[in-house]
Nanobody, 122 residues
Framework: QVQLVESGGGLVQAGGSLRLSCAAS????????MGWFRQAPGKEREFVTA????????YYTDSVKGRFTISRDNAKNTVYLQMNSLKPEDTAVYYC???????????????WGQGTQVTVSS
């Protein structure tokens, strides 16, 4: 089992920045791909970004390209999501996930965190 704990969420004004962290514990494997998803009120959970286990390959949904950056520190079993130029439409609960494939679907991931709330005010 792998446990994932997100942190760093909060309330920020539009145009501001936040950095989310996701710490993994348990039977961690640095070979896991990691992803971030988000779920806004009344909407389905959607893919945001993912990173290959090596850290060299990343993927982003179009709406966050150029604003969000995913990175990882395998020595610390932690993945980060730097979010800049935040918009009110980025408001959501953000979840990190671990799996064998850096995909854009829920089914690509085996382990999920509990989520952290990000609220962007206009």
């Amino acid at each position: 089992q792998v446990q994932l704990v997100e942190s760093g969420g909060g309330l920020v004004q539009a145009g501001g920045s936040l950095r989310l962290s996701c710490a993994a514990s348990g039977r961690t494997r640095s070979m896991y791909a990691m992803g971030w998803f988000r779920q806004a009120p009344g909407k389905e959970r959607e893919f945001v970004t993912a990173i290959h286990w090596s850290g060299r390959i990343t993927y982003y949904t179009d709406s966050v390209k150029g604003r969000f950056t995913i990175s990882r520190d395998n020595a610390k079993n932690t993945v980060y999501l730097q979010m800049n130029s935040l918009k009110p439409e980025d408001t959501a609960v953000y979840y990190c996930a671990a799996g064998w494939v850096a995909g854009d679907k829920d089914d690509d991931y085996d382990y999920w965190g509990q989520g952290t709330q990000v609220t962007v005010s206009s």
